[in-house]
């Protein structure tokens, strides 16, 4: 799968952006697609995953501020950001994994195997 993630950018805290991630080379429709992010100096984290069957799950501290949505007719996943903070700033990337209906969602890095080439959003203060 190639992954392409956009729509990063410089945001006001308390401000919105949406990030979109469009796929390529493999039935979208099969696809867990998740969101994590690396800020400067710290591990990759978990932002949201969403299942191939509708289902989502998301990191507590971004529960009520970002949806995670999935278009499988436009073979993209977007994650919109709401209320931004400026410990929001980092890199984000879009992960995909082939999955079943039946499998639980994977929210862990290591469960994915097709990676995108991140976005950055910066939130100033």
Request: with cysteine; net charge positive; hydrophobic share 35%.
């Amino acid at each position: 799968v190639q992954l392409q993630a956009s729509g990063g950018g410089l945001v006001q805290a308390g401000g919105s952006l949406r990030l979109s991630c469009s796929a390529s080379g493999y039935t979208f429709s099969r696809l867990a697609l998740s969101w994590f992010r690396r800020a400067p100096g710290e591990e990759r984290e978990f932002v949201a995953a969403i299942h191939r069957n509708g289902g989502t799950h998301y990191a507590d501290n971004m529960k009520g501020r970002f949806t995670i949505s999935r278009d499988n007719a436009k073979k993209s996943v977007y994650l919109q950001m709401n209320s931004l903070k400026p410990e929001d700033t980092a890199a984000y990337f879009c992960a995909a994994r082939d999955t079943i209906l039946t499998a639980p969602l994977p929210t862990g890095a290591n469960q994915y195997s097709s990676w995108g080439q991140g976005t950055q959003v910066t939130v100033s203060s």
